[in-house]
């Protein structure tokens, strides 16, 4: 059932770029809003999207998407091309809901920003975790003026493992498999910052001015990276950690840490000068012998519909509000300076890494004096090639089975080193997780026939070209996966065994 927010008025929708795009239709169907066209040049995708979709008329270009007729567009196409492709938008009538981020380069915004000024459409940005229960609970509390003012807050979007890079986002294989995602595998993690500092704009209406980063020269083991930066210069991809500090408009500073790692991590902490949020409590009392509340945020209106939506309800939010704009003229958050602003301070950090921590102004880009300083600022870092991982005259019978191999190696991996360390530390963990220990060596135990034979066909790929950086990478993953140990079978069962029989 669709809600009747607009008075009857239903919006024509149409999406390009069918991955991340597909995960707005149950919102747009609760919204009222109709999914009329969609477009992906990608034959696997479009099909899936067909499944879930069947109303909406696909193509695989451009130009016959957008004589199709509707009046909105979800530009969710490669990561840096949505400057560009929104640009092409706004140019045939269309009012945009970009994905994060809304641009790659300085330049690139500036036309972005000229553009939307000059055809008056609706423009937003996607960027939904400010949308969860608990940042829009943060948010209406700082309105109300429980926390005072913004002093200082850390937010965290840290996600582990490698395994995004070699598959689709519904984790299917790439193909052909002799190569990264088209931009996962190279995009450096300061470029994607908006999910982190977002909710801090966001909930304190603050805007981020100046950013100094300390460059990271340290990547997660077994993913495909350059040799770094001090000695070709290439920065890593979501392999590594992005942390920077940025001074907001009123003078509070923010640590946003972004990063690839071996674990998630979405710690928040929001610290205001009447009360703070740390994760887990509210401290009130407007000094520190306070009362320390756990809190239970609950939704305003819209709740339930916007549960069901992904991402905590952000993916619901972020699509009410771009209607609500389109259909009311009410200003949704995220205009196209704010985008401006998001996008610039990832930008401009990893700008500042790279000069050794340097402080970077984040432009302010609702003034034509400023945007004229960075008209002509095409600075991008550095990042390896993800379609070339593998030499020129590689044979693609082997290379191809680089992405399907590591889909099905890389969570072996993690049970592997899940078992192996669990040993490790299995005295001095609490009751409660031994059983889990003890769980991952039966699985092991079980399964390691299908292991061995996952390691052997990663390491013919690894063989065949091992100073490429796909063959780099995957010596590297056979190492953290203890291939020598796993390879000696009748050892290693009896090292299990004898770990189960005293465990
Ligand atoms: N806000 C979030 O929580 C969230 C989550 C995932 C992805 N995203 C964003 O959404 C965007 C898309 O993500 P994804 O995971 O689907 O990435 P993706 O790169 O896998 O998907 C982009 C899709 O667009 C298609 N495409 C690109 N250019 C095209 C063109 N000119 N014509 C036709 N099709 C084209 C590609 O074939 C591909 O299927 C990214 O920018 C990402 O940052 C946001």
């Known amino acids: 059932m669709s809600l009747d927010l607009f008075g009857g008025r239903r919006l024509k929708m149409g999406i390009w770029g069918l991955g991340r795009g597909s995960a707005f239709v149950n919102s747009a169907r609760a919204l009222g809003i109709d999914i009329v066209a969609g477009c992906d040049f990608d034959d696997i ?9 069947p109303e909406a008329v696909l193509t695989d270009n451009e130009e016959d998407f957008f004589k199709l007729d509707f009046e909105a567009v979800l530009v969710s196409t490669f990561c840096p091309n949505h400057a560009q492709d929104t640009i092409k938008a706004l140019k045939a009538g269309k009012h945009v809901l970009s994905e994060v981020t809304a641009f790659f380069t300085p330049a690139q915004g500036v036309e972005l920003v000229e553009e939307v000024e ?6 937003n940005l996607a960027e939904n975790y400010p949308f969860t229960k608990l940042n829009m609970y943060l948010a209406r509390l700082y309105k109300q003026g429980i926390f005072g003012e913004l002093a200082y807050a850390e937010f965290d979007y840290v996600h582990g493992g490698v395994n995004p890079c070699v598959t689709y986002l519904d984790g299917t294989p790439l193909v052909p498999g002799n190569r990264l995602h088209h931009w996962r595998g190279w995009l450096n993690y ?7 500092l977002g909710p801090i704009m966001v909930i304190s209406g603050l805007r981020p001015e100046k950013v100094t980063a300390f460059p990271e020269d340290v990547f997660c083991k077994g993913t495909v990276h350059g040799k770094g930066r001090k000695v070709d210069g290439i920065v890593p991809n979501l392999c590594a950690f992005a942390p920077s500090l940025i001074q907001m408009s009123n003078g509070s500073v923010v640590r946003n840490l972004m990063g690839g790692s071996v674990s998630d991590s979405h710690q928040k902490r929001f610290f205001g000068t009447k009360a703070a949020y740390d994760g887990k409590y509210l401290h ?4 520190e012998r306070g009362p320390r509340l756990e809190i239970d945020p609950q939704w305003d209106e819209m709740g339930q519909e916007a549960e069901k939506a992904g991402h905590g309800g952000g993916d619901f939010w972020e699509l009410y509000y771009f209607a609500r704009q389109i259909v009311t003229g009410e200003k949704a958050p995220w205009d196209i300076y704010a985008a401006s602003d998001v996008t610039l301070a990832g930008i401009q950090a990893l700008r500042s890494a790279l000069s050794e921590g340097e402080p970077m102004e984040i432009p302010d880009f609702r003034k034509k004096e400023v945007r004229d300083r960075y008209r002509n ?18 044979d693609t019978s082997i290379t191809n089975d680089f992405a399907p191999a590591c889909k099905a190696f890389v969570p072996l991996v993690t049970l592997v080193r899940s078992a192996l360390d669990g040993m490790k530390v299995y005295d001095a963990v609490k009751k409660e997780n031994k059983i889990l220990v003890i769980e991952k060596v039966k699985e092991l135990r079980s399964r390691l026939d299908e292991i061995r034979k996952s390691y052997s ?11 490429s950086q796909g063959g780099e990478a995957l010596r590297e993953k056979l190492e953290l996966g203890e291939e020598a140990r796993i390879m000696d079978k009748d050892a290693l069962l009896a090292e299990l065994d004898d770990f189960l029989i005293h465990a």
């Open 118 to 123: 000059k055809r008056g459409l609706v423009y």
């Open 284 to 287: 009130i009392g407007g000094a």
């Open 190 to 196: 300061h470029y994607y910052c908006t999910h982190s």
């Open 377 to 394: 600022d095409n600075w991008m870092a550095k990042h390896i090639e993800p379609e070339k991982i593998f030499p020129e005259d590689q």
């Open 457 to 467: 066909r990663v390491r013919k790929i690894a063989d065949a070209y091992p100073s």
């Open 45 to 53: 995708v479009r099909n899936k999207f067909h499944e879930i979709c």
